[in-house]
């Protein structure tokens, strides 16, 4: 079975360009999250979906945003980029979209490096 | 204060050794938590959950200190391969997780 997949792996923007990541959960999850990791500290919750729909945010900016489709794959979009998005992006996929009790697995990461 | 805290590390063992990281959460009202292991330039991975009653698993032991708001994580018989970044994890009102910083695990011959 798959488990969580992200693209594109690595990716270099530019100051003021938008990005767009994308993320397909586990076959039957349907809960899809969004974690930013800048290096050296621990993943910061950004977004999470179930159902479609938007059932938490962080504290992000509201350049960040996101989106949960009809198969349950999902896509984060930052607009006007700064240096300190660079990061790496997580995507966590689980059952239900209450995280007590249900493991939340991640895809291997965005690496998003802003110049 | 922050809402997860974690030793600051990095920690330096020999093989075999006994290690813990200890972590502290602000919100009382939390009522799941976890530990995670993370190598370098991967993605987290569950290491184990953390129960009121203490679980093990193996070489690891998880504890909850709910009066505390401290839970640890013991590593016995430490093996090279058990070099990585330990996240503290607390599930948040939203569902979401809420990592700590991470302490950095190197194990040496």
């Known amino acids: 079975d798959a488990g969580v997949t992200q693209s594109p792996t690595h990716l270099i923007k530019t100051r003021g360009q938008h990005v767009t990541l994308r993320c397909s959960p586990i076959s039957g999850h349907k809960s899809v999250s969004w974690y930013q990791q800048v290096l050296g500290q621990g993943p910061q919750f950004i977004f999470q979906?179930?159902?479609?729909?938007?059932?938490g945010r962080g504290n992000f900016p509201d350049r960040f945003s996101a989106r949960q489709f009809p198969n349950y794959s999902s896509e984060l979009n930052v607009n006007a980029l700064l240096l300190g998005d660079s990061a790496l992006y997580l995507c966590?996929?689980?059952?239900?979209?209450?995280?007590?009790?249900?493991?939340?697995?991640f895809g291997q990461g965005t690496r998003l490096t802003v110049v | 204060r922050k809402e997860v805290e974690q030793d600051p590390g990095p920690f330096n063992v020999p093989e075999g050794a006994t290690v813990a990281f200890n972590c502290t959460y602000s919100?009382?009202?939390?009522?799941?938590f976890f530990w995670y292991r993370q190598d370098c330039r991967k993605e987290p991975k569950l290491l184990m959950s953390v129960y009121s009653s203490g679980n093990e698993d193996g070489r690891f032991t998880a504890q909850l200190n709910r009066a505390s708001q401290y839970i640890s994580l013991l590593i016995r018989d430490s093996k090279l391969s058990d070099s990585a970044t330990y996240l503290c994890?607390?599930?948040?009102?939203?569902?979401?997780?809420?990592f700590g910083k991470g302490t950095k695990l190197s194990v040496k011959p």
């Open positions: 979906y179930y159902e479609k729909e938007e059932r």
């Open positions: 994890v607390v599930v948040g009102s939203q569902g979401n997780l809420i």
């Open positions: 966590a996929s689980s059952l239900a979209h209450r995280g007590g009790g249900t493991e939340a697995f």
């Open positions: 919100n009382s009202a939390s009522q799941s």
